[in-house]
């Protein structure tokens, strides 16, 4: 077994050029590879053609031959698609080429090679290919897909041709019915996507289409000048228009369901458009949008969007019934999210009448109870018990370390990160863990996968491999500690909880020390330009300049100091500073207004989606540091605590922060 073990370790030195001779003949492909990048961004097929030859042999050939033929894809004939698919067989490039034709090849819906080729394509995680393969399986065989199409419709987010096909074709057959496409237009409507809303209209009721555009642009307008709608198309126009409407008045929407078009809508469509004007309203965060919601005669009548949506105002107003009865009423897929199971189980625990439902309650808690996550964490805490360090996995073997620094897709992965190509790195090494063979990796090769990462230092990598585990979890790999000495005296000179640092730059960076977002923030804290100038003055750091930004002790110190002004003005508050440090200090100010609520319904009920996911994650994470570093019990509770609006009178509001 050992003598095995060697002789893998020595191919794995091989493979990744670790010997002089491989390195420097890599090192000379890399300046290739990156010129090819560069070309390949820039659509200049000829120069890709012309660079190749210099690629083969490189770690990274099949990725230089990928972006040759993927620039080209429209011309190559099916010859040049074959043999790129058999030279680099079993690769993530294969099956992300493959990927490229199936879409390819549906739009022009050559249906026989699409059904050849399609049982061959692995990572099955295209949801416009898989509409595409449910048009064939509909065409050949004569099956009932339209469950699977409409959760696959439902969820794209802009109109494509494969989803927009499929629906189409299941329309025309009678397999979806004119209720369904409705409901995609209402959703797109509500989610500000009237492109997408008119592609549905236009299946049911094309000469009608044209209208969604006006709709969108100005709803009132469009409702004033129409009093009545006698047929269902014209009923379900009113609907989008109400839709729109609400989100920049459901005051005014409300209104004018009340006073002119409840009367004229089906019991479903009434339903629905409560159901929008309770969500806008609760968005808002008005005391009024749990008054809506109840104006819902059928909670059934609602998708699992708006359903959550009403839990949330149920929750601001102690509304227990309705967050049973919207809980109950979401979808099976919905119901296992631990969000809804957690707060089902307080809204049993609180309203229960009998011993039954407080059992269920209990049983539903038990179900989630654990470290992984923020409800997770809540409901090990209702149970009585604290928040620990689980127990490390049993360590891994040389041969599972082995196999992980051999696996091909890694090592590629790697390299690709190591040269500067993230983002081509990131999507190797996802599909190898995650997609290569049905399921993924198990643990065991999550653990080692992870491990190899880890090793690497490639911090992303490391975490998100080792949080898919299902049964085991290695803390070490789920939260690192790299830079400990800066974090630690750093959050020491400033009285900052190391552990709140930890937590925060964990879902920021990953502590990917170069990051940039997409907004401009950089670095291993995501701080803004204007945010860094800012606070390196506050903090009295000298002589500043922006491209300091991503040295890890500048970024650290600065973002640092920033999140310690802010949790000052915030009274202490962990939920509310890290809200201000996503989000920014004003929107937090503006949701603390209302009632004084549990820290926890608050961050639920915050309007914007990434927000309101970084603020558990970042306070989840911030707990489980906490137990590492101090290797005590901790809390999450007592750092959520309660938010309200502002009581101390000792210091003003800092305006200044930006």
């Known amino acids: 077994m050992k003598f ?83 030279t680099y067989a079993g690769s993530y490039y294969e099956d992300r080429l493959r990927n490229d034709w199936l879409l390819q090849l ?66 025309s057959g009678r397999q979806i019915q004119a209720l369904d496409l409705w409901r995609k237009a209402r959703i797109a409507m509500d989610a500000n996507r009237p492109r997408a809303a008119q592609v549905a209209v236009d299946i049911e009721a094309p000469r009608l289409s044209e ?8 709803p009132a307008k469009y409702l004033d000048k129409r ?42 469509e009434r339903n629905w458009t409560w159901g929008v004007i309770g969500k806008q309203a609760a968005q808002k965060l008005q005391d009024n949008a749990a008054s809506h919601f109840a104006k819902v005669q059928k909670d059934s009548d609602l998708n699992d969007d708006l359903l959550a949506w009403k839990v949330r105002a149920a929750l601001r107003q102690s509304q227990w019934p309705q967050v049973l009865s919207a809980t109950q009423a979401m979808s099976a897929d919905a119901r296992k999210d631990p969000t809804w199971i ?25 179900q989630i109870a654990g470290v992984r996550g923020f409800y997770e964490q809540l409901a090990l805490e209702d149970l009585g018990q604290a928040i620990t360090v689980p127990e490390r996995p049993t360590a891994l073997t040389p041969q599972e370390k082995a196999d992980a620094l051999v696996n091909p897709g890694l090592q590629r992965a790697l390299y690709a990160i190591q040269i500067g190509l993230r ?36 911090w992303d990598r490391c ?29 020491g000179d400033i009285r900052l909880d190391p552990a709140y640092v930890y937590g925060l730059i964990r879902q920021e960076s ?41 040295d890890r002790e500048v970024n650290v110190a600065i973002g640092t100091g920033y999140l310690k002004m802010v949790l000052d003005d915030f009274e202490g508050s962990m939920p509310m500073a890290t809200a201000a440090y996503n989000a920014g200090p004003g929107r937090p100010r503006a949701w603390r207004n209302g009632p004084v609520l549990d820290a926890a319904i608050w961050a639920e009920n915050i309007p914007f989606l990434e927000t309101r996911d970084y603020v558990k994650k970042v306070l989840s994470n911030t707990t489980n540091y906490a137990a590492i570093l101090t290797r005590q019990p901790q809390s999450l509770k007592a750092r959520l605590g309660t938010v309200g609006p502002r009581t101390s009178p000792i210091a003003e509001v800092n305006t200044n922060l930006p």
Not at 211 to 218: G, M, P, R, T
């Open 4 to 86: 095995r073990c060697i002789l893998t370790l020595l191919s794995a030195i091989a493979m990744t050029g670790l010997w002089g001779g491989s390195a420097q003949a890599q090192n000379r492909g890399d300046e290739v590879l990156l010129e090819m990048h560069q070309a390949f961004r820039k659509k200049d097929t000829h120069r890709l053609t012309a660079l190749l030859p210099q690629a083969r042999g490189h770690v990274l050939e099949p990725l230089a031959a990928y972006w040759d033929i993927r620039a080209r894809l429209e011309t190559a004939s099916s010859t040049d698609i074959r043999s790129f698919l058999n």
């Open 106 to 171: 549906g739009k022009r819906h050559d249906w026989a090679t699409f059904t050849a080729e399609y049982p061959r394509f692995r990572m099955r995680d295209d949801r416009e290919v898989r509409c595409y393969a449910l048009a064939t399986e509909a065409m050949n065989s004569k099956v009932d897909v339209a469950e699977e199409a409409l959760r696959l419709w439902y969820a794209q987010r802009e109109p494509d041709d494969g989803c927009a096909y499929l629906a189409e074709h299941l329309h």
């Open 211 to 218: 209208q969604v555009k006006l709709i969108h642009a100005d």
């Open 227 to 268: 009093i009545l709608a006698i047929t269902r198309s014209r009923k379900e126009l009113a609907v989008l228009a109400l839709i729109r409407l609400a989100a920049k008045d459901p005051d005014h929407a409300a209104d004018l369901l009340s006073k002119r078009w409840a009367i004229q809508l089906s019991p479903e």
């Open 342 to 366: 957690y707060w089902r189980a307080r809204a049993l625990l609180s309203a229960a009448q009998n011993e039954a439902q407080r059992q269920e309650g209990q049983s539903l808690l038990r």
């Open 423 to 458: 983002p081509e790195g990131n999507r190797e090494w996802n599909y190898s863990t995650n997609l290569h063979t049905p399921g993924g990796m198990n643990d065991r090769e999550l653990l080692a996968a992870a491990d190899l990462a880890c090793q690497r230092h490639v």
């Open 463 to 491: 975490i998100n491999t080792s949080e898919r585990t299902k049964d085991v979890i290695d803390f070490d790999q789920r939260f690192p500690l790299p830079l400990r000495e800066t974090v630690l005296r750093r959050a």
């Open 510 to 550: 990953r502590f990917i020390m170069d990051a940039r977002s997409h907004v401009g923030a950089s670095g291993l804290m995501q701080v803004m330009p204007a945010t860094a100038k800012w606070t390196a003055k506050k903090i009295g750091l000298t002589h500043f300049t922006p491209d300091q930004i991503t």
